[in-house]
């Protein structure tokens, strides 16, 4: 794949960003650059060796929760939501910190705001029964996706994908 920018060289850094629109669906836009158009671009470009994947991922689930913490601190802080886990005592409020739970018994505790954090990440809060149902499902978000900022030859290799994976998915349950 070559640079979004210069179309010289391959692009080997790729940038996902997730905006939030106004209903609270997430938006995802995606750059492939090559190394100096992402340097001029100001993005920094590390070694393999020297990323901190635990660091990425804390920073990933931070930026995903921020929705939620901006409207807890609308709040004052003795106003929550939920009451703390009667067997570990964690609260809303360190998930929100942490982006972690006490105990098992948190997802059960917590579990209107676990599908409030799951239907804004994903979309969807049920999981799919099969890949193809993931990546269909995940290809229709790219096709609103495309559809939304006029791509429409993109969209219509989506929309054939879509069309690919479903014939399968549908002989695939004929067959069972």
Same mark, same amino acid.
């Given at each position: 794949?070559?640079?979004?920018?210069? =179309?010289?060289?391959?692009?080997?850094?790729?940038?996902?960003?997730?905006?939030?629109?106004?209903?609270?669906?997430?938006?995802?836009?995606?750059?492939?650059?090559?190394?100096?158009?992402?340097?001029?671009?100001?993005?920094?470009?590390?070694?393999?060796?020297? =990323? #901190?994947?635990?660091?990425?991922?804390?920073?990933?689930?931070? #930026?995903?929760?921020?929705?939620?913490?901006?409207?807890?601190?609308?709040?004052?802080?003795?106003?929550?939501?939920?009451?703390?886990?009667? =067997?570990?005592?964690?609260?809303?409020?360190?998930?929100? =910190?942490?982006?972690?739970?006490?105990?098992?018994?948190?997802?059960?505790?917590?579990?209107?705001?676990?599908?409030?954090?799951?239907?804004?990440?994903?979309?969807?809060?049920?999981?799919?029964?099969?890949?193809?149902?993931s990546r269909?499902?995940q290809l +229709?978000?790219?096709?609103?996706?495309?559809?939304?900022?006029?791509?429409?030859?993109?969209?219509?290799?989506? +929309?054939?994908?879509?069309?690919?994976?479903?014939?399968?998915?549908?002989?695939?349950?004929?067959?069972?």
């Amino acid at each position: 794949m070559l640079c979004e920018s210069c =179309q010289k060289f391959d692009a080997t850094v790729h940038q996902v960003k997730v905006e939030y629109l106004d209903g609270g669906q997430p938006g995802v836009r995606e750059e492939h650059l090559c190394p100096q158009c992402a340097q001029a671009k100001g993005l920094h470009v590390g070694t393999p060796t020297s =990323q #901190n994947y635990p660091e990425i991922v804390q920073k990933l689930s931070k #930026n995903l929760l921020e929705p939620f913490k901006q409207s807890a601190s609308d709040k004052t802080s003795s106003d929550t939501i939920y009451e703390p886990c009667p =067997q570990c005592g964690w609260t809303e409020r360190d998930f929100r =910190q942490t982006s972690r739970f006490g105990c098992p018994h948190d997802y059960e505790h917590f579990s209107e705001f676990v599908e409030e954090v799951l239907e804004r990440i994903h979309g969807y809060t049920e999981h799919a029964s099969s890949d193809h149902e993931s990546r269909i499902e995940q290809l +229709r978000g790219e096709l609103d996706e495309a559809v939304l900022s006029e791509d429409y030859e993109s969209a219509a290799r989506l +929309r054939d994908a879509i069309r690919e994976l479903g014939a399968t998915l549908e002989n695939s349950e004929d067959l069972a």
